[in-house]
């Protein structure tokens, strides 16, 4: 059974980076492409960033210049990096395996995380 | 950015009555090479993660009720509940993933029991 596991800091202050780390298990990180989601309070879904481990990275144009994500295939596990948060990035941020077999990211997202409450606060 | 719609933003049904779900995308994204339509669905229940439901537009995934049927091409998609059950109340959403610049969702549907 697949498991994914978000792990980070959940309350930063403005303009501190935000830090996260989702473990899988169950499944290689290199047989799939995988993503991070996140959820204001209360809001609909926005969709962060996708990597597969070869290196291929799709972002958010509205949060490009400021995200990150990344892989480590020895850990099993890949990671986020949100730089200059603000309040308005305050949400719960969810990691997803998206469907296929690794040959294209356009699958849906098959499997989740829990997901982990990040809060922006002074 | 493909945009995503849904209506309506809400609706109750009672226990054993169908609900129907629409939802809009600003551009096709039915895919030539394949004549698939990249559109899922999703149930969100409080407290959980989104899962998916849907995919494809019309595929089941393993293990979902077929009370939960999908439907539409193109720009025009819907998903219905046939005989909605209590377990069925939550959020739903579709999501478009025939781009990635970027991966867009719809605002959502909330469905209550009536």
């Known amino acids: 059974q697949v498991q994914l596991q978000e792990s980070g800091p959940r309350l930063l202050k403005p303009s501190e980076t935000l830090s996260l780390t989702c473990t899988v298990s169950?499944?290689?990180?290199?047989?799939?492409?995988w993503s991070w989601i996140r959820q204001p309070p209360g809001k609909g879904l926005e969709w962060i960033a996708n990597?597969?481990?070869?290196?291929?990275?799709n972002y958010n144009p509205s949060l490009t210049s400021r995200v990150t994500i990344s892989a480590d295939t020895s850990k099993n596990q890949f990671s986020l990096k949100l730089n200059s948060v603000t309040a308005a990035d305050t949400a719960v941020y969810y990691c997803?395996?998206?469907?296929?077999?690794?040959?294209?990211?356009?699958?849906?997202?098959?499997?989740w995380g829990k997901g982990t409450t990040v809060t922006v606060s002074s | 950015d493909i945009v995503m719609t849904q209506s309506p933003d809400s609706l109750a049904v009672s226990l054993g009555e169908r609900a129907t779900i629409n939802c809009k995308s600003s551009q096709s994204l039915l895919h030539s090479s394949n004549n698939k339509n990249y559109l899922g669905w999703y149930q969100q229940k409080p407290g959980q993660p989104p899962k998916v439901l849907i995919s494809w537009a019309s595929t089941r995934e393993s293990g979902v009720p077929d009370r939960f049927s999908g439907n539409g091409s193109g720009t025009d998609f819907t998903l219905t509940i046939n005989g909605l059950q209590a377990d069925d109340v939550a959020v739903y959403y579709c999501?478009?993933?025939?781009?990635?610049?970027?991966?867009?969702f719809g605002p959502g549907t909330k469905v209550d029991i009536k």
């Open positions: 997803a395996r998206l469907g296929g077999n690794g040959d294209t990211a356009y699958y849906p997202m098959d499997v």
């Open positions: 990597i597969y481990t070869t290196g291929n990275t």
């Open positions: 169950g499944d290689s990180i290199s047989s799939h492409f």
């Open positions: 999501q478009q993933y025939f781009s990635t610049l970027p991966f867009t």
